[in-house]
């Protein structure tokens, strides 16, 4: 298994700054996902953080708006940047272990962002 | 493309109770299926997972899941409910690459 921690667990930030959100893995894992959970709804792949090459975005996600960093195998950050109160949601960061028989995903506790 | 949907955005139960969540799954050959649950103000909880073998899997917290595949459903249940249970739940279809499409979840409360 793998425990996963993020900071900071909340912020309240104003419209046009941006934040950097950390993610923890407490072993090493190949690989890394963000996720987004606006309020009310499901979670939504927002890319892969790849280690030592750039991310793998999504349909609908681009790296300006969410440049991902992974520096080695247990830790990335998500930034938000230009923030809107659209991107008002939960950032969860997730790692996956490969299992015997398939790979299994553990999340972080996630980071609440709400834009003002 | 893989999905799953959860069927009911929101069910109430009375403590005591037996609760079943509904999941169902598109896909062309057998999927692998989890549960997940998120207490509020929380991350992801994995409950259980269905890879292969036994169609009724069980998870933590007392609870079980059933593949059925004539169904195209992975509903998940338990006995009798607590009220720490109440949370929302989510089916997650893993996809390749170790990443997973989640269905839009269910918010369980549970009545005293």
């Known amino acids: 298994s793998a425990v996963i921690s993020q900071k900071p667990s909340r912020d309240i930030c104003q419209r046009g700054t941006s934040l950097t959100i950390q993610c923890q893995v407490d072993s090493q894992v190949t690989m890394m996902f963000w996720y987004r959970q606006q309020p009310g709804q499901s979670l939504t792949l927002i890319a892969t953080?790849?280690?030592?090459?750039?991310?793998?975005?999504e349909s609908g996600f681009v790296i300006d708006k969410f440049p991902i960093s992974r520096p080695n195998l247990t830790f990335s950050t998500l930034t938000v940047s230009n923030m809107s109160p659209e991107d008002s949601s939960i950032y969860l960061c997730s790692a996956a272990i490969a299992g015997e028989e398939g790979n299994e995903q553990f999340f972080g506790p996630g980071t609440r962002l709400t834009v003002l | 493309a893989q999905s799953v949907t959860q069927p009911d955005i929101h069910i109430t139960v009375s403590e005591g109770a037996s609760l079943e969540l509904r999941c169902n799954y598109s896909y062309g050959a057998t999927p692998y299926l989890f549960w997940y649950v998120q207490s509020p103000g929380q991350g992801l909880q994995l409950l259980l997972k269905?890879?292969?073998?036994?169609?009724l899997v069980q998870g933590i917290k007392g609870f079980e899941a059933e593949f059925k595949r004539s169904q195209s459903s992975f509903n998940l249940r338990k006995p009798s409910v607590h009220w720490s249970d109440a949370a929302e739940y989510f089916c997650a279809f893993p996809l390749n690459a170790g990443k997973s499409t989640f269905g839009d979840g269910t918010t369980l409360t549970v009545k005293p």
């Open positions: 269905y890879f292969s073998g036994d169609t």
């Open positions: 953080a790849n280690q030592g090459s750039e991310a793998t975005y």
